[in-house]
C-alpha cells in the first residue's frame, strides 16, 4: 500500500470516529464539572425521535415515568383543558385518565420485554432488535472491568499516590508497554505485538468487516461506557495542561478496547441489524415517523408538552401583563429604562446603587431582595461577564477557562500584587503556608493506615473533639472558620488582575507551572484597549443600559460546601464551574480604566466620572454577597458602607426563603441563616443547596418587565432592552450564546431527573470519586455522567425538579427575532427539533404573545383578527 493510501485511510478512520462519538455526550472532569445535553449528538433530530435512538445505543429512558405524570396532573401543574387540547392536536382520541391507564400498560411491556430479552437466546434476541437495549455478555464486562482500571490510572490527576508508568507517552503506548503485566488479561503478551499507532491497530483489528460497518462498531463501543467516552472526548477537544502533558484521543481509547475485545472474545460489532443511533432512523425500522399522522408523537411527549404549555402560559400571561404596564408607566412620564432606573432623570434620582447579577436561577432568588431592601437596581448577564479568559489565581497552582463550554478562552490572565500592598501579602502567605503544611500531614494520614492510627493515638481527646463539633455542630465550626478568614487578608486585597498585554504577573502566578503556562502560551497575557473597550461595551449594550449609578457592582457567584464531590456544579456555569468573582473583578477593572471610559464616551456610553465599578461574589449556599471594595476611593465609602449593610439585610431575607425551599421551617430571618450555614459546613450534609433544580424558564427583556414578580427561582433572567438594539446585535449575541447554555443546563437537569441510573449519577451516600475526575457507583465500572439524586429529588420518587423543556420568553418585537433565528440556522434547529421553546411578547402589537410552532412560524396566544396572525417572511441570503 502507498504512503498516500495509508494516510488517506488514517483520515477515514479519525472521520469515522468522530461522527461515531457525536451519540455520545461530553462529560466534564469533576473538579470543573459543567452542566450539558447528556443527548447534544441528537440535536440534529426531532425530540420524541433523539430519545428514542438514545434509549436504543444508551438504554435510558427518555420521559418521566407515569407516577410522575400522574402526580404532575392530579396537582395541577398540568392544567387538564391545556392537556386534552394537546391530546387532541396530536390525534389521541383519549380522556388524560384512559392515556395513563395505556402509557402505564406499555411501560409495564417493556419492563416485561427487556426483563425477557435478558435471558432471550440470541435467535430471539436477534429477531427484536427494535426499541431494545444494549446488551451485554460476561466478556464485555470483564472488558469494561480491565479497561476502566487502566483508565482510572492513567487520567488521575494527582489523587494516586503511585501514577501509572509511561503516562506522557500517551494512553495507547503507556497501556502497551504497562498492561502485559496484568495477570487478568488472557494472552497478555500479544499487546507487544500490537502496532505502533493506535489507527493501525483499529484497521487490523477490524480487518475482517467491511468499512462501511466501522462507524456502527465505533459507535457500540463508545456506548458501552458512555461516561469515560465523554470525559476523555472532552479532554482531547479541550486540549488542556492534562492532556498535553498525559495525551488520550479517541483513537488511542478506541484501539485499547477493541485489542481488550479481541483478547477476551467478546463481540466487536453490534449484533446484525441492530439500530445505531449514529444512523438516526426512526423507531419504526428505519423510516421517518410521519407527525401528522393521529399517534404518530408518543403519548409521553404529548403529556410533556402539556406540563410544559401550563407552566408557560402562566409565565407568558405575567409578561404579557408586565409589558403592558411599561407603556402605562412611560406615558405617565416616568420613563422606566431597561433595568427599572429613570432614564434621563436628575441627578438626585439615580439609584443608590446598580448590581450585576449572572443570570443563574439562584440569582432571580437574592435580586429579589436586593431591591425590597433599599433603592437599588439590578441586572442579568452571563456571570462570565463576557470576558472569555484562562485565569491563575495568586496562590494556583493550575489555570481555569473562566468562560463558557461553547466559548474559547482569549486570554491569559494573572492575579499580581498591587503596590503598596507588602503587609496583607506576607500575612496571605504565611497563613496559607501552615495550611499548605496540614494539608500535607492530612494527605499522610489518608493515605499510611500507620501514620493514620498513630497520629490518632497522639492527638487523643482533641482530635475527637473536632471531629466530633464537625459532625454535631456544623454551625458553630462554621462561626469558627469564618472567624479565622477573617484574620487571614483574602487575595483580593493586595492583588488584582493583570490585564495590560505585558503583565507576566511578576511571579504572582503561583507558580502555576512549567506545563500549565505552556498550554496556555498561544493565548495573549492581558488584553489591549480595543479588547477592554468591546467588552465593556458589550456588557451595556447586551442590557441595554443608559444611566449608572455612583457605584455598580458586578457581582459573580460561587458556593460554599463540604466534602461534596459536586461542588463544581454549584458554582458559576458560565464560567465552567468555577467561581465568578474573578470574572467580576475583570471587568471592574476594565470599567474603571480612564482610557476606556474615554473610548465608550465616543460610541455613545457616558460613564459619570463620579461612578465606580466594584467587584463582588454571591455566595449561593448562604446567600452571603461580598464586596471586593478594598481600594474604592474615600469619596465612595460610606456608599459602599451603605450597600454592605443592605446586602446583609437581603441575604436574610434570601436566605430563609431557601431554607424553606430546602424543606425547614424557619421561625425568623436569624433561623434561617444558620441553616444554610450550617448546611455550608456539614460534612454529611448531602444537599447543601438545590444548584439550579427547578429551572424551566429564560426572561430576556428589561428587568422592570419582571420586577414585580416573584418567579420562584426557577428563571433565568437577562437584561435586555429592544429598545436599544436597532440592529438587533444584541439580541443575536443573547439568542446564539445564554440562550443555549441555559438549553443545556436544563437538558441536563432534564435527563438526570428522567433516568439518574444512566443520565445522573446516583445517590451520593454510594458514590465514590476516583482520580478528581469523576465518581463510580460502587468500586468501579463506568463514570457516572450527570448530577445525583440529592440534586433533583426531595425525597424517595420525589422530584423537586420539574422535568420539564426550556421555555424562552423574549419581549423584544416578534420581526426582530425571526430576523435573528434565520440568519442562525444552529439554533432555530434547536426549536424546531423541540429541544425547547420560545415565545415572544412583542411590545409593537400590543404586547401580544406569539409562540413558535416552528419553520420560522408564529401562533398567537391571544385572540386576533385573522389578519392579525403572523407568518413572518424569512430574510434571503442577501437581506441586511
Not at 402509557?103 to 440470541?122: H, I, L, N, P
Request: aromatic share 8%.
Amino acid at each position: 500500500m502507498s504512503t498516500d493510501r495509508r494516510v488517506h485511510d488514517s483520515v477515514d478512520v479519525q472521520d469515522s470516529i468522530e461522527a461515531a462519538a457525536d451519540a455520545v455526550g461530553s462529560v466534564w472532569p469533576l473538579h470543573s464539572f459543567v452542566t450539558a445535553n447528556p443527548l447534544a449528538g441528537f440535536e440534529d433530530r426531532p425530540f420524541h425521535e433523539a430519545v428514542a435512538d438514545a434509549e436504543r445505543l444508551l438504554g435510558g429512558d427518555g420521559y418521566p415515568s407515569v407516577d410522575v405524570f400522574r402526580r404532575a396532573w392530579e396537582s395541577g401543574r398540568i392544567d387538564t383543558d391545556v392537556l386534552e387540547t394537546e391530546l387532541a392536536a396530536a390525534g389521541y382520541d383519549l380522556d388524560p385518565e384512559t392515556a395513563l391507564d395505556r402509557m402505564a400498560s406499555d411501560e409495564s411491556d417493556d419492563t416485561e420485554r427487556k426483563t425477557e430479552r435478558s435471558g432471550a437466546d440470541s435467535e430471539t434476541a436477534e429477531a427484536d432488535v427494535t426499541n431494545r437495549e444494549p446488551e451485554r455478555s460476561d466478556a464485555d464486562d470483564r472488558v469494561d472491568t480491565v479497561l476502566t482500571k487502566w483508565l482510572s490510572s492513567f487520567l488521575d490527576q494527582d489523587q494516586a499516590e503511585w501514577p501509572m508508568p509511561n503516562r506522557e507517552q500517551g494512553f495507547y503506548h503507556a497501556f502497551r508497554s504497562v498492561a502485559r503485566h496484568d495477570r487478568a488479561i488472557p494472552n497478555r503478551e500479544r499487546l507487544a505485538e500490537l502496532p505502533d499507532s493506535p489507527v493501525a491497530a483499529i484497521r487490523t483489528l477490524l480487518d475482517d468487516y467491511p468499512t462501511e460497518e466501522w462507524e456502527a462498531i465505533f459507535a457500540s463501543q463508545f456506548a458501552a461506557l458512555p461516561g469515560w467516552t465523554g470525559l476523555l472526548k472532552r479532554r482531547a477537544a479541550d486540549d488542556g495542561a492534562w492532556q498535553s502533558t498525559y495525551p488520550i484521543t479517541l483513537a488511542g481509547y478506541l484501539a485499547v478496547r477493541l485489542t481488550l475485545a479481541n483478547l477476551f472474545d467478546a463481540p466487536l460489532a453490534p449484533d446484525e441489524g441492530a439500530e445505531t443511533a449514529v444512523e438516526g432512523e426512526a423507531a419504526d425500522g428505519g423510516e421517518e415517523a410521519d407527525d401528522t399522522e393521529p399517534g404518530a408523537v408518543p403519548l409521553p411527549e404529548v403529556w410533556l408538552s402539556a406540563w410544559e404549555a401550563t407552566y408557560r402560559e402562566e409565565l407568558v400571561g405575567e409578561l404579557t401583563d408586565a409589558s403592558e404596564a411599561l407603556v402605562e408607566s412611560d406615558s405617565s412620564g416616568s420613563g422606566v429604562a431597561s433595568g427599572g432606573a429613570e432614564a434621563g432623570s436628575a441627578d438626585t434620582d439615580r439609584p443608590d446603587a446598580q448590581l450585576v447579577f449572572c443570570i443563574d436561577t439562584r440569582s432571580e432568588i437574592i435580586r429579589r431582595h436586593v431591591e425590597r431592601v433599599g433603592d437599588y437596581e439590578t441586572h442579568g448577564y452571563a456571570g462570565f461577564f463576557g470576558v472569555p479568559m484562562r485565569y491563575s489565581g495568586y496562590d494556583s497552582d493550575v489555570t481555569v477557562d473562566a468562560c463558557p463550554p461553547i466559548v474559547d478562552a482569549g486570554h491569559r490572565i494573572d492575579d499580581r500584587p498591587r503596590e503598596g500592598t507588602d503587609d496583607e501579602r506576607d500575612a496571605y502567605d504565611r497563613w496559607h503556608g501552615v495550611r499548605g503544611t496540614a494539608e500535607t500531614v492530612i494527605e499522610s494520614l489518608e493515605t499510611n493506615a500507620a501514620t493514620a492510627f498513630s497520629f490518632v493515638e497522639s492527638a487523643g481527646v482533641g482530635y475527637g473533639a473536632a471531629l466530633a463539633a464537625r459532625t454535631l455542630l456544623p454551625s458553630r465550626v462554621y462561626d469558627l472558620l469564618d472567624g479565622v478568614d477573617e484574620r487571614i487578608p483574602d487575595d483580593h486585597e493586595f492583588c488584582e488582575p493583570g490585564l495590560d498585554p505585558d503583565d507576566s504577573g511578576d511571579g504572582c502566578d503561583g507558580g502555576a507551572g512549567e506545563d500549565h503556562d505552556g498550554a496556555a502560551g498561544d493565548l495573549p497575557r492581558g488584553l489591549s484597549v480595543d479588547e477592554k473597550v468591546e467588552y465593556a461595551a458589550a456588557a451595556f449594550e447586551l442590557t441595554g443600559w443608559e444611566e449608572f449609578a455612583r457605584v455598580v457592582v458586578f457581582a459573580g457567584h460561587a458556593s460554599q460546601t463540604t466534602n461534596n464531590p459536586f461542588d463544581a456544579s454549584l458554582d458559576c456555569g458560565a464560567c465552567a464551574g468555577n467561581p465568578g468573582g474573578p470574572s467580576a473583578r475583570v471587568l471592574a477593572a476594565i470599567c474603571n480604566e480612564e482610557a476606556v471610559r474615554a473610548r465608550l464616551r465616543e460610541r455613545g456610553i457616558e460613564i459619570p466620572e463620579d461612578t465606580v465599578f466594584v467587584a463582588g461574589e454571591h455566595d449561593t449556599t448562604t446567600d452571603e454577597i461580598e464586596l471586593f471594595a478594598d481600594d474604592v476611593p474615600e469619596t465612595h465609602e460610606r456608599d459602599v458602607e451603605r450597600l454592605r449593610r443592605d446586602l446583609a439585610d437581603a441575604r436574610a431575607g434570601a436566605a430563609a426563603e431557601r431554607a424553606e425551599d430546602m424543606g425547614v421551617t424557619v421561625g425568623d430571618a436569624e433561623a434561617g441563616l444558620r441553616e444554610t450555614q450550617r448546611r455550608a459546613a456539614d460534612w454529611a450534609e448531602t444537599r447543601p443547596e438545590w444548584g439550579l433544580a427547578g429551572n424551566a424558564g429564560f426572561v430576556v427583556g428589561p428587568r422592570a418587565l419582571t420586577a414585580d414578580l416573584d418567579l420562584d427561582g426557577r428563571s433565568f433572567l437577562h437584561s435586555y432592552d429592544w429598545r436599544t438594539d436597532p440592529d438587533g446585535d444584541a439580541l443575536e449575541a443573547i439568542l446564539t450564546g445564554p440562550m443555549v447554555v441555559t438549553q443545556w443546563i436544563n437538558t441536563q437537569y432534564y435527563f438526570a431527573t428522567v433516568d439518574n441510573a444512566v443520565y445522573g449519577s446516583g445517590s451520593k451516600v454510594t458514590q465514590n470519586p476516583v482520580g478528581n475526575v469523576g465518581v463510580y457507583q460502587g468500586n468501579g465500572g463506568d463514570l457516572m455522567t450527570g448530577l445525583p439524586l440529592q440534586s433533583l429529588t426531595s425525597g424517595v420518587d420525589e422530584p423537586y425538579h420539574q422535568p420539564i423543556r426550556l421555555s424562552t420568553v423574549i419581549h423584544a418585537p416578534v420581526d426582530r427575532v425571526t430576523e435573528t433565528l434565520s440568519a442562525n440556522e444552529a439554533v432555530a434547529e434547536l426549536l424546531d427539533n423541540d429541544w425547547h421553546s420560545l415565545t415572544v411578547v412583542d411590545p409593537e402589537r400590543d404586547h401580544r404573545a406569539f409562540h413558535y410552532e416552528g419553520g420560522l412560524e408564529w401562533e398567537p396566544l391571544r385572540e386576533s383578527e385573522p389578519s392579525e396572525a403572523v407568518t413572518p417572511t424569512p430574510l434571503s441570503v442577501g437581506d441586511d
